[in-house]
């Protein structure tokens, strides 16, 4: 037995004890980005609550991880509700989550190239290739990034030959993509992740390498 198959990971973008100081100075898109990476990169993930979805991010003092007003020492009452609420893209990515199979596994987890070094792209299909993922994260929270990444079709197994379709699943936007290098924008005001999923007309390949 491989250690991976009983020793695997859980990610947390806060706790309790942490208030990580990306998540202090970047808004609501430094929230979004942890949110979408601990989502995304492993399968078992958790939030501390309310304090994430409603983007908590005062220090207890500067340079500290502690939260001002914490419930280790008080007991704190939450609008769940409030407008500023990131409730509903949690609920966009965990939506994401359960209908592709690739995010449900760690073990073909890949780092894809790029050209941007705020960009921070990787993968994840099954072993099918019946799902394949890719996500693209600005992690600069404060400025929109642009660069090409690397979209590994031929390891994929796929024909590049013929297009693939990148529907970004958290707009619906779909991209026709051909070449193993493609140019994406991030703007942290309107959505700091891309989260693809990549598919080809196969039977249409297939029929393409048949003889006549």
């Known amino acids: 037995m491989e250690v991976k198959d009983f020793f695997r990971p859980n990610f947390w973008p806060n706790t309790p004890d942490i208030l ?7 808004g609501k898109p430094a929230f979004m980005t942890r949110l979408a990476l601990a989502a995304t ?46 409730k509903d893209f949690i609920a966009s990515v965990n939506r994401i989550r359960r209908d592709n199979p690739a ?30 993922i890719l996500v693209v994260v600005n992690l600069d929270s404060h400025n929109t990034r642009s660069g090409r990444i690397n979209v590994p079709i031929k390891a994929w197994g796929l024909d590049l030959r013929q297009p693939c379709e990148a529907r970004e ?21 309107i959505c700091p992740v891309h989260i693809f999923r990549i598919t080809q007309n196969l039977a249409k390949t297939r029929m393409s390498n048949k003889k006549v």
């Open 41 to 86: 990169l492993c399968p078992s993930y958790g939030i501390y609550g309310p304090t994430f979805e409603l983007m908590e991010n005062l220090p207890r003092e500067k340079g500290s991880e502690e939260y001002l007003n914490s419930e280790k020492y008080e007991i704190r009452n939450w609008d769940i509700n409030r407008k500023n609420s990131l």
């Open 20 to 26: 990580h100081e990306y998540l202090q100075t970047g």
């Open 169 to 189: 699943l958290l707009s619906d936007a779909r991209y026709t993509w051909q070449e193993e290098w493609n140019y994406v924008t991030l703007d942290p005001d």
């Open 103 to 132: 995010l449900q596994s760690n073990r073909n987890l890949w780092f894809n190239a790029t050209d941007n070094d705020n960009l921070l792209c990787y993968s994840k299909h099954a072993g099918d290739l019946s799902n394949i």
